[in-house]
């Protein structure tokens, strides 16, 4: 079955520091997702990705879908204490399947 | 105005019992889902539902069954309950059906979580 590769699987930094993640797949997807999970809340999205080569950005969020349509990554400039959590990235092969889950990178950050 | 909401938060119970959880959603959304979240923050989906009908079924034992009284809810009924059933339950809700609209994102409720001793 599918996979998604999410790395990587924790990250502790230093707050005003810029972070990177990224995830690869198995197959190619048409839809890419990055979600944030907070300690004991449900995952919320944070940007949707639905073209090769797109670049969307969210406030200090940048997301893109990558060319061969098998990955994506996620930046966050500047991190603040807020930032810390699990972020998820998740896809989708065709608009009417299900989506897949990465396992998650958690993001610790230092004061 | 919690747009989706789940209870119990907290599920303590014993091995080989039946218990619930509810799911209810005030969005007006077509397409409801439980996911399984285990230990290792794995988040898998479990079922869909879209107008009340059952459009995935992932392979989950028969001791899980849903049901779907109307489109604003989806409950989850686990039947002899095991060990392994520990877990954070999410569900999740979202515009587009079996249609899938590309822009179809899903909103998920704050998760319950099961613990079978």
């Known amino acids: 079955g599918q996979q998604l590769n999410q790395s990587p699987q924790s990250m502790f930094i230093q707050e005003g520091e810029d972070v990177s993640m990224n995830c690869t797949s198995s197959s190619i997807f048409n839809t890419w997702l990055w979600y944030k999970q907070d300690p004991g809340e449900g995952p919320v999205l944070l940007i949707a990705?639905?073209?090769?080569?797109e670049l969307t950005s969210n406030g200090r969020l940048t997301a893109q879908f990558g060319i061969t349509r098998k990955d994506s990554f996620l930046n966050i400039s500047a991190s603040i204490p807020s930032d810390v959590g699990i972020y998820f990235c998740?896809?989708?092969?065709?608009?009417?399947?299900?989506?897949?889950f990465g396992s998650g990178t958690r993001l610790s950050i230092r004061p | 105005d919690t747009a989706v909401s789940q209870t119990p938060k907290y599920l303590v119970t014993q091995m080989g019992n039946d218990k619930s959880i509810k799911c209810e959603q005030n969005l007006g959304h077509d397409t409801m889902y439980w996911y399984k979240q285990d230990s290792k923050k794995f988040l898998k989906i479990m079922f869909s539902y879209n107008n009340k009908e059952l459009i995935i079924n992932e392979t989950v034992p028969n001791r899980f069954s849903p049901k779907s009284p109307d489109k604003a809810h989806l409950n989850l009924h686990i039947n002899s309950l095991e060990l392994g059933d520990s877990a954070v339950y999410f569900c999740a809700s979202s515009q587009g059906g079996t249609s899938g609209a590309i822009t179809d994102t899903q909103y998920f409720g704050p998760g319950t979580r099961l613990t079978v001793l």
């Open positions: 998740a896809g989708r092969y065709s608009s009417a399947s299900k989506i897949i």
């Open positions: 990705l639905y073209k090769a080569g």
